[in-house]
């Protein structure tokens, strides 16, 4: 399974970005899809998460600000972020678990390479 990133870049604070995740491979299911983020010098933390049903869960530092949204019929994850803050500067990367053809009883956990996202002040 392959996660695959598009979006991100830079902008100044107040401004919005997006940043897309489209899953690919060998995917019999795909259950919880979400982005992480890690800032230098940071762990990497949870942003949001999205269920197969489009249940979500934020960070309490982007909600308000952070929309999370899926497609399931393109096994793609979105993240619009808006009223961006400097503190907001980091990589994002996307995360999906999901079962796959040869062992579709087991959920496995998928990540993305990461996509850089830079709020200027």
């Known amino acids: 399974v392959q996660l695959q990133a598009f979006g991100g870049g830079l902008v100044q604070a107040g401004g919005s970005l997006s940043v897309s995740c489209a899953a690919s491979g060998n995917i019999f299911s795909l259950n919880v899809m979400g982005w992480y983020r890690q800032a230098p010098g940071n762990t990497r933390e949870l942003v949001a998460t999205i269920t197969g049903g489009g249940g979500t869960n934020y960070a309490d530092s982007v909600k308000g600000r952070f929309t999370i949204s899926r497609d399931n019929a393109k096994n793609t994850v979105y993240l619009q972020m808006n009223s961006l803050k400097p503190e907001d500067t980091a990589v994002y990367y996307c995360?999906?678990?999901?079962?796959?053809?040869?062992?579709?009883?087991?959920?496995?956990?998928?990540w993305g390479r990461g996509t850089q996202v830079t709020v200027s002040s």
């Open positions: 995360y999906a678990d999901a079962t796959i053809y040869s062992d579709s009883r087991t959920l496995f956990p998928f």
